[in-house]
């Protein structure tokens, strides 16, 4: 007896042995060693990169952007059905103890026994049972390790989606914000610009009737205040879209959420870009973090399909009464005990086991194409934002530089009128100009932040 259970033991070491080779793990990916045609700087730690566009209403509606989107609270709550996940599969190693009642009548037919002539007469019998169950597999080849191991992939992964969610819902909120204030802007401008346009239709509608020009003149003006009411309406409707948006990532209908008018102003010279490396930025980004997970969840999945394969072992015990007179059930004469150990393998399941190591490698097979195309896109992300970047500031500054030239020919026709050398008509078109530059200058600079908060958002910050 003692021989064969030192066979069996070794048999099971020796199964244990095979077990414990591994599905290799999945490679990390060969990344360029830096961006094309930009220089590589180090970003520095500290507040949140939308505080360099010096609006205090931005800040506060980011932070309640980050507790209030939807998106972000739905996301919040996988991350807990994950750790629930981590629980159950943590109980699955651990012992597990039921209690019961049961109530028994039975029946025995007529019965022929060995050595009697006459069978047994058919007889009735009640028993009562109640008892405390325990159970507990023991972990011989690591299933329900790798189970555990699966399960905390998961809640990795969901807490990395949560903190993708959030770089989006920032970069959208902080893209919906400027928009809105440009508009406002835009909107501001084109009030002005119809002013001032009903400004030179005066004058002109002097001179025409003075028979000093003509009405080409008053009618290239009439143009100019239909054109401002235009682009105030354009601007309104900017406006409203804008804000419908910004509701809607602070969680709130459009009625809830409105903007004062205020003054928008953006220093250029604080909004700067630091790309480090590419390796850093995969590091960071948490789309490649929860991508990279899932495929090391997948991969356990293959090795869980396997051992599926192996004995299991199961420690059992029950300790109760047992007795077929309720009214001496709970008596020292009807206590009962039962320790015991069940040992199990499959040995023909039909190809049911296969069946699912190959659909586990396939979901592996799934899951590293997508880790695979995450990273290139968010390679790519970099790549397109940072050219955009360049692009949006040096746009911004040309429009700068062409502000700046309005408003000298402003000063040097105002300086030309005091000399008498030309009238208000040319100061009125000048103003307009200089409106007109305003205008394209706010447009730049929203394009610019828009661009800023599109680089922050591929670099994963």
Not at 126 to 137: C, K, N, P, Q, R
Not at 179 to 195: D, K, M, N, P
Not at 253 to 282: F, G, N, Q, Y
Request: glycine share 6%; net charge positive.
């Amino acid at each position: 007896m003692r021989a064969r259970i030192l066979i069996a033991a070794a048999a099971l070491l020796g199964l244990a042995g095979c077990a414990t080779v591994s599905e290799p793990r999945p490679e990390p990916l060969t990344l360029p060693p830096v961006w094309r045609d930009v220089p590589v700087q180090t970003a520095t730690a500290g507040e949140g990169w939308w505080h360099a566009v010096g609006d205090e209403t931005l800040h506060a509606l980011v932070a309640e952007a980050q507790r209030q989107n939807m998106d972000v609270r739905i996301a919040a709550t996988r991350v807990l059905q994950a750790r629930s996940l981590v629980a159950e599969a943590s109980a699955e190693t651990r012992p597990r103890v039921d209690a019961g009642v049961r109530g028994d009548r039975r029946r025995y037919p007529p019965l022929l026994y060995p050595g009697f002539d006459q069978p047994a007469p058919a007889s009735t019998t009640t028993l009562f049972f109640g008892s405390i169950d325990a159970a507990f597999e023991i972990d011989l080849f690591g299933r329900l390790a790798k189970g555990v191991s699966r399960a905390q992939d998961e809640l990795h992964a969901s807490e990395s989606d949560v903190r993708t969610v959030r770089l989006a819902v920032t970069r959208d909120l902080v893209a919906a914000y400027a928009e809105a204030r440009t508009a406002q802007e835009r909107i501001r401008l084109a009030v002005e610009v119809g002013s001032t346009a009903a400004r030179l239709n005066e004058a002109e509608g002097r001179l025409v009737r003075a028979g000093l020009t003509t009405t080409r003149d008053t009618r290239q003006a009439q143009d100019l205040i239909g054109a401002a009411k235009a682009a105030a309406s354009s601007a309104e409707r900017d406006y409203s879209l804008a804000i419908t948006r910004l509701a809607l990532l602070l969680g709130k209908t459009p009625v809830e959420l409105s903007l004062p008018p205020t003054s928008w102003a953006v220093d250029p010279t604080r909004l700067t870009i630091a790309a480090d490396l590419p390796v850093k930025v995969v590091e960071r980004r948490p789309d490649v973090q929860a991508a990279w997970l899932r495929l090391s969840a997948a991969t356990t999945d293959i090795e869980r399909a396997r051992l599926e394969r192996y004995p299991r072992i199961t420690l059992t015990g029950a300790l109760g009464f047992a007795s077929n007179e309720l009214n001496v059930w709970l008596v020292r004469n009807a206590l009962a005990w039962a320790l015991g150990a069940i040992g199990s393998m499959p040995l023909i399941d039909g190809g049911r086991i296969d069946a699912r190591t190959s659909f586990a490698k396939a979901v592996r097979d799934e899951y590293a194409i997508a880790y695979r195309r995450t990273v290139v896109a968010a390679l790519a992300d970099v790549e397109q934002a940072l050219a955009e970047w360049q692009a949006a500031s040096a746009v911004a500054e040309e429009r700068a530089d062409a502000l700046v030239r309005r408003r000298l020919d402003l000063d040097a026709t105002t300086r030309a009128i005091i000399a008498g050398r030309t009238d208000e008509r040319q100061r009125i078109r000048d103003r307009l100009a200089m409106l007109e530059a305003k205008r394209t200058q706010a447009e730049a600079t929203l394009q610019r932040v828009l661009a800023y908060a599109a680089v922050h958002h591929a670099l994963g910050r």
